[in-house]
């Protein structure tokens, strides 16, 4: 993690709920970045990659999982007015 910056757990690894970790632009992407508290010796503190957004907060996700594309059109739906 040090030498390389690379995430601990590496792109496209899958963890329950389908979500992954992403390489979106150069920035990784880890879905499980803020349970790092629950876990005592987590190496999360030390790894270069970040939160992965909540849906459609940056851009939508990369072969996101079922549940992630509901909460993109469930935000799309709730924050943002389409009928002018």
Do not use: W
């Amino acid at each position: 993690m040090f030498v390389q910056g690379l995430p601990g757990h590496p792109v496209g690894m899958s963890f329950p709920g389908g979500d992954t970790v992403e390489v979106i632009d150069g920035a990784y992407y880890c879905p499980v970045r803020e349970k790092a508290n629950d876990v005592d010796a987590a190496l999360c503190p030390f790894c270069p990659a970040l939160q992965t957004p909540e849906v459609g907060y940056l851009k939508p996700p990369l072969n996101a999982s079922a549940h992630r594309k509901q909460e993109f059109i469930r935000n799309c739906y709730d924050y943002h007015n389409f009928n002018g």
